[in-house]
């Protein structure tokens, strides 16, 4: 089966509104001339951006998404952001337990489970992003830290796993410099595409996007994106000039 090749960028906590419009705008031009139509760009902005890029790129076929989504429909969550919200503005994606949210935010597997539940509910899509620590990897367990993780996606339907997207984002490669070597990595993916047909099926196991993320640089993605499991790149610090992130959606 062909998956989608996604090129994602987390801009996490940067850039002013003015300067977002002008990343996107850079982004569209870009990508309007130099980027292969069967590569997906991705990006997720922080929330106050969001409503005005969607607009911005709108008829790109570029996807606008939100780095969190509150699992509840409504109430009393001060700081928070749901689903229905996030639909209202036309955000389609949106990133679930990414590192910084679990390390800061006390994000767990459960907490992930129900907020990819209610992404699908609202017909958004989850990003969901798993990744050992140091520490797990020296101990040897990285493999079922991630099966672990991966098992927030378990109580849904065959059809709702299929609408998911994997981040592998080892977070000892986040914002270090420091990549995971493409075997390392399609190591990773081709385990994590085997927890996901135990859970479900092989056909969703081999039709579902699994980015890697960690460091991903215009120099190092060709060798990532060449890895038979490596569908494509969640980038943090490089999708924060659009001459990088571009560079990167043309390595597929
Ligand atoms: C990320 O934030 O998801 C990420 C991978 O960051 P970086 O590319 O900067 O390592």
């Known amino acids: 089966m062909k998956r989608q090749k996604i090129a994602a960028g987390n801009w996490k906590m940067h850039k002013t509104f003015e300067e977002g419009q002008g990343l996107a705008q850079e982004i569209r031009t870009m990508a309007a001339t130099e980027v292969m139509p069967e590569a997906k760009l991705l990006i997720f902005p922080p929330y106050i951006h969001l409503q005005a890029i969607a607009k911005q790129l709108a008829g790109s076929g570029i996807g606008v998404g939100a780095q969190n989504i509150n699992q509840n429909e409504q109430g009393a969550f001060t700081g928070e952001v749901s689903a229905s919200m996030l639909k209202s503005i036309d955000i389609h994606y949106t990133l679930v337990g990414h590192s910084e949210r679990r390390q800061y935010y006390n994000e767990t597997n459960a907490s992930c489970a129900a907020k990819i539940v209610t992404s699908i509910k609202h017909n958004i899509v989850p990003v ?125």
């Not at 996901?196 to 993605?221: H, Q, R, T």
Request: aromatic residues 8%; contains cysteine.
């Open 128 to 252: 969901y992003c798993i990744g050992e620590t140091l520490a797990e990897r020296e101990a040897n367990a990285h493999f079922s830290i991630v099966e672990e993780q991966l098992s927030a996606m378990k109580g849904l339907s065959n059809e709702d796993a299929a609408k998911c997207i994997l981040a592998y984002e080892p977070v000892w490669a986040i914002g270090t410099g420091v990549t995971a070597s493409a075997d390392q990595a399609n190591e990773m993916h081709i385990h994590i595409r085997k927890c996901v047909a135990n859970m479900f099926n092989d056909e969703i196991a081999s039709g579902i996007s699994i980015l890697y993320g960690g460091s991903v640089k215009p120099d190092n993605a060709k060798s990532l994106f060449a890895m038979s499991d490596i569908d494509g790149a969640l980038i943090g610090g490089a999708a924060l000039a659009s001459r990088d992130f571009i560079d990167i959606a043309k390595s597929f």
